[in-house]
């Protein structure tokens, strides 16, 4: 159940400067999801910053975060300086980066599985997948929403359950911090946000 509601939780992420990665949508996600079970089995002993190592690539290579961003802003987004996006931008892929760290951090036999895409939408692929977890409890929907053509295919969203938008799901949040507080604001949310999640908390003298 724990797992369950983190996937759930933190089924969305990241930024990259580089190409997008080659090969089919579901060769995208799988190559992601591979990432995902390196860095459960790397384990607690790796740290947050250990499995960063692992998922930060990954990350960058699946995942098109400028569009994530464009996405969750909508209208609020569009009078922001290209700068001011860019800001936002590598401050949540950081986040994104976090989040899977820190919460990917154990393995227990888990597998994922993907299907045969269907269309998405204008210009969309949806690969639908799930983590199944190896005590036999209920597996976890996740479908990919996912953009690009020929080899090129990047992950844009992720539908927890099959249907929850994970950028809608954030819109509120970030949109209302950055009507409020500027994009400063907004930034510094998000950072606040990743440092909570990568500071290592330490067991008391004699605990283990």
Same mark, same amino acid.
């Given at each position: 159940?724990?797992?369950?509601?983190?996937?759930? @939780?933190? !089924?969305?992420?990241?930024?990259?400067?580089?190409?997008? @990665?080659?090969?089919?949508?579901?060769? +995208?996600v799988?190559?992601?999801?591979? !990432?995902?079970?390196?860095?459960?089995?790397?384990?607690?002993?790796?740290?947050?910053?250990?499995?960063?190592?692992?998922?930060?690539p !990954?990350?960058?290579?699946?995942?098109?975060?400028?569009?994530?961003?464009?996405?969750?802003?909508?209208?609020?987004?569009?009078?922001?300086?290209?700068?001011?996006?860019?800001?936002?931008?590598?401050?949540? =892929?950081l986040?994104?980066?976090?989040?899977?760290?820190?919460?990917?951090?154990?393995?227990?036999?888990?597998?994922?599985?993907? /299907?045969?895409? =269907?269309? &998405?939408?204008?210009?969309?692929?949806?690969?639908?997948?799930?983590?199944?977890?190896? /005590?036999?409890?209920?597996?976890?929907q996740?479908?990919?929403?996912?953009?690009?053509?020929?080899?090129?295919?990047?992950?844009? /969203?992720?539908?927890?359950?099959? @249907?929850?938008?994970?950028? @809608?799901?954030r819109?509120?949040?970030?949109? &209302?911090?950055? =009507?409020?507080?500027?994009?400063d604001?907004?930034?510094? +949310?998000?950072? !606040?946000?990743?440092?909570?999640?990568? +500071?290592?908390?330490?067991?008391?003298?004699?605990?283990?």
């Amino acid at each position: 159940m724990r797992m369950r509601m983190l996937v759930i @939780a933190f !089924a969305f992420v990241a930024v990259s400067v580089q190409a997008f @990665a080659a090969g089919s949508p579901q060769d +995208t996600v799988k190559s992601f999801d591979d !990432a995902l079970i390196a860095a459960m089995k790397a384990g607690k002993s790796a740290g947050v910053q250990g499995r960063s190592a692992v998922v930060e690539p !990954a990350i960058d290579r699946a995942f098109d975060l400028a569009e994530m961003t464009r996405l969750i802003l909508g209208s609020a987004g569009k009078a922001l300086a290209p700068e001011q996006s860019a800001k936002i931008v590598a401050a949540f =892929r950081l986040y994104t980066i976090a989040n899977y760290a820190k919460n990917f951090e154990a393995f227990s036999g888990e597998r994922f599985e993907v /299907d045969a895409p =269907r269309p &998405g939408g204008v210009g969309a692929i949806v690969v639908p997948g799930r983590l199944i977890p190896a /005590d036999g409890a209920q597996p976890v929907q996740l479908d990919y929403v996912l953009k690009g053509g020929e080899d090129q295919w990047k992950i844009t /969203d992720v539908l927890a359950e099959g @249907a929850v938008s994970q950028m @809608a799901a954030r819109r509120a949040e970030f949109v &209302g911090i950055l =009507r409020k507080d500027g994009v400063d604001g907004l930034v510094a +949310t998000i950072e !606040a946000k990743t440092k909570a999640l990568t +500071t290592e908390v330490k067991a008391p003298a004699g605990e283990h």
